[in-house]
């Protein structure tokens, strides 16, 4: 696998990419850099940095546009829209914690980049998520190994 070949720097494009609305599994590269060998911390953190980078990514493309428009241009049903304002403006930057999770992750932080979510909150919340998540993986990856 080529992201691996590459190391730290495979690993972080790989959960970079990830994070977007590429379908992509970075727990396999993360798998395959600590089979090689790379040090789990310093995976832990790599891949916690370029997949938070990437959430925030899509949380910025969300920013750009207005939450007015997913009704108008993208034909939702206004009581889907309202749902999920209703679900931001109720937990707000909490539900960044979600961002991990395949499919909906992107979704949710493209909502709060929307629904104008405090940026260091979700920030902060996203890494934590993210963070949790690669954690639970070199735990599992360790713990079936040895």
């Known amino acids: ?10 690993l972080f ?13 970075s727990e396999a590269v993360l798998a395959g850099v600590l089979m090689a060998g790379l040090d789990p911390v310093s995976c ?6 370029g997949n938070t980078l990437g959430g925030m990514s899509s949380f910025g493309l ?10 108008r241009y993208l034909r939702v049903d206004e009581k889907s ?7 931001v403006d109720r937990f707000g930057a909490y539900t960044a914690l979600l961002c991990w999770l395949p499919f909906v992750g992107d979704v949710i932080a493209i909502a709060l980049g929307l629904f104008k979510a405090n940026i260091v909150r979700v920030l902060l ?6 963070m ?15």
Not at 13 to 25: G, R
Not at 62 to 71: E, F, M, N, T
């Open 125 to 130: 919340w996203m890494t934590i998520g993210k």
């Open 44 to 49: 832990l953190i790599v891949a916690t940095l």
């Open 13 to 25: 494009i790989a959960t970079f990419l990830a994070a977007t609305i590429l379908p992509f599994s």
């Open 81 to 87: 829209v309202v749902k999920w304002k209703q679900l």
């Open 132 to 146: 949790a998540r690669y954690a639970v993986v070199i735990w599992i990856y360790y713990s079936a190994t040895n």
């Open 1 to 10: 696998m080529y992201w691996i070949e590459l190391g730290l720097i495979g």
């Open 62 to 71: 969300g920013y750009l546009g207005d939450w007015r428009w997913i009704k």
